[in-house]
């Protein structure tokens, strides 16, 4: 099952774009939240791997 | 357009010239390509060059990658309007360009996070480049694509879940949770 607050909070959480309130809040949430903690662990993983093009440029297009 | 005099050109050094990196790179992600990123990026940073005079204030890498960005989809619609209007369609881009089969015996981690990338409709990928590569609050990428916040969020949020979806390991049913 989805927890309702993984759309509308999590991505803003992890970005660290939520207010000081919300993100304790919904810290909070997410210590208890199994769902919500592995979709963090999930999306910390994927940032790391984005990490890795920084200096890689995008293979050429092909018509 | 006023003319471009001795302050301005001292200006555009300092302003924009830092910047000049982060405008090819996000073209060059755009048009999933180098050398049409530097005609691209080079036209966009020309454009800014002659409308400088008129920037006064603001954000000046959101200024230049707003100006790269309008350039990268003017030029899609010249030529590669099909790329533009196909809005995302799992069946199509699964089917078309990033299968997890493909993905899978592709091998090299980065080429298949580059693949996956590229799979992305345009406006997924810009998000995701804009927070990913350049570092842009949600803020600074609502000003970059003239999009609202809320739509920043979401659409973020979806495409780093369609990322995941296109680097999920065929192998295992179950796949990787969405994020």
Known sequence: ?63 | MSEFDLEDRVRFEQLVLPHVDAAFNLARWLLRGRADAEDVAQEALLRACRYFPGFHGGDPRAWVLQIVRNTCYTWLEKNRLTELAVEFNEKFHQQNHATPERLAISGDDRERLTRALEALPPRFREVLILRELEGCSYKEIAAITSIPIGTVMSSLARARRQLCFFLRDPSRKEANREV
């Open chain 1, 1 to 63: 099952m989805k927890c309702d607050f993984t759309d509308s909070l999590l991505h803003s959480y992890f970005d660290d774009e939520l207010s000081t309130l919300d993100a304790l809040e919904f810290g909070r949430h997410a210590e208890q939240c199994a769902d919500c903690g592995t979709t963090l662990v999930n999306l910390d993983l994927l940032v790391a791997r984005c990490s890795s093009l920084n200096s890689m440029p995008p293979r050429q297009h092909r018509c």
